[in-house]
């Protein structure tokens, strides 16, 4: 499994993610103090009445919306090129070492955000009035919110990889009004901010440890390192998940990590407790058995899966195996495979000694059957040896 197929166990949860996302895009330092700026550009606190006030935020939120959601059409249409070489590990390792480059820039290692100059000029595009509003918002969308650049990447890469145009562009809208929000706010009921301060400079380093547990997420599909054997049980996932948090905490308090080397520890710990916990429940999802656990389980298995109307997967394997080791390193981790694969119980058998496999009619490793969601056994698409994503998806289409 990776990253795509992660936030794909639960779609409200990549909305939820990105609406966040967009909200705290708002609060980061690049963007936070023109908020103020930009709306008495284009006219919002001027107005006379609450309504137009509203109308003159809300069409500067439509302009921010209309560019995002146009990036995430694109995204999601000209993603296909980009779904099928995730599987290469060069790819990956270079996706992964671009999600550590936007966290070093969110951790202040260097800056990413184009000049005041540029910024100045930018967000006086349009002046005032609603067309004024509408334009500012287009441009701001992506130019005059330099901050957006790391969290913006970051979203397009995984919305190109579902390649599904309603779902990318929505995705791209949601996180548009998350970003929006302060600005509609202000412009329409004359909220008074927060004064600016290192309270920013947090939420900047929490999008820089939100993007190096991504990059570790990718990684784990090239460095075994990065996928290591880890329980799967919920007290684990809850043990982990909740340091990982309480890490977070910790760097995010002042009084508590004004060291910068109990920030970088923090910060560290929060990664690897976050990852193991995210691997655990990633791996919990592959049912896995030995031989001898699988034969006398195999029919009460199968009789669930159809209780369900799920069809089913059973991948023979074995720890000698290097074709089976291609499979779970290069075939499965595939993004469109991953996507495929959660319609599916799927299940994985340790049969070193080939006996559960003789039941299937299979004779060599790695063997891979189907049943449909009906629990008929389709031996025609019985697979030996290696698959690459290309052979496997349209096998996997195919099976309902």
């Not at 190096?212 to 982990?240: E, N, Q």
């Not at 699988?294 to 059973?314: G, T, Y």
């Amino acid at each position: 499994m990776d990253f795509t197929a992660a936030l794909n166990h639960s779609v409200w949860l990549a909305y939820v993610a990105v609406f966040a996302g967009g909200l705290l895009t708002a609060l980061t330092p690049c963007v936070f103090p023109l908020i103020p700026i930009t709306v008495s550009i284009f006219g919002a606190q001027k107005a006379l009445a609450k309504s137009e006030s509203a109308l003159l935020s809300g069409l500067y939120v439509c302009g921010i919306a209309v560019m995002y959601t146009a990036l995430g059409l694109l995204a999601a249409s000209t993603g296909k090129a980009f779904g099928s070489v995730m599987g290469n590990p060069w790819i990956i390792s270079a996706v992964a070492a671009l999600f550590i480059t936007f966290a070093f820039a969110m951790f202040g290692l260097f800056d990413l955000a184009p000049g005041s100059g540029l910024l100045t000029r930018l967000s006086r595009v349009g002046g005032e009035g609603r067309f004024g509003a509408f334009a500012m918002g287009i441009v701001a969308g992506v130019i005059a919110a330099p901050c957006t650049g790391p969290i913006l990447a970051s979203v397009l890469t995984y919305v190109a990889t579902t390649q599904r145009l309603i779902f990318g562009g929505s995705l791209l809208f949601f996180y548009a009004i998350g970003m929006g929000l302060p600005f509609f706010l202000v412009g329409t009921f004359a909220i008074s901010l927060p004064k600016p301060g290192t309270w920013m400079e947090t939420i900047k380093g929490i999008f820089g440890i939100l993007m190096l547990i991504v990059a570790a997420y990718f990684l784990k599909d090239v460095f075994s390192i990065f996928d290591p054997h880890v329980p799967t049980t919920s007290t684990f996932r809850l043990f982990t998940g909740t340091a990982a948090a309480l890490c977070l905490i910790a760097f995010s308090l002042r009084a508590v990590s004004k060291s910068k080397l109990v920030k970088a520890l923090g910060a560290a710990s929060c990664v690897v407790l976050a990852h193991v916990a995210i691997t655990s429940a990633v791996h919990s999802e592959i049912a896995a058995f030995s031989a001898e656990q699988w034969l006398p389980q195999s029919q009460r298995i199968l009789a669930d899966a159809v209780a369900a109307h799920k069809p089913v997967i059973i991948d023979f394997g074995a720890d000698w195996c290097a074709a089976c080791k291609e499979l779970e390193t290069k075939t499965y981790p595939s993004p469109r495979i991953a996507v495929e694969l959660k319609r599916f119980l799927f299940i994985k058998v340790n049969d070193g000694e080939s006996t559960a496999v003789q039941q299937y009619g299979g004779v060599g490793l790695p063997y891979v059957v189907f049943f449909d969601s009906q629990g008929r056994f389709l031996k025609d698409r019985t697979l030996t040896g290696f698959q690459t994503p290309q052979e496997l998806l349209p096998i996997l289409q195919n099976i309902n």
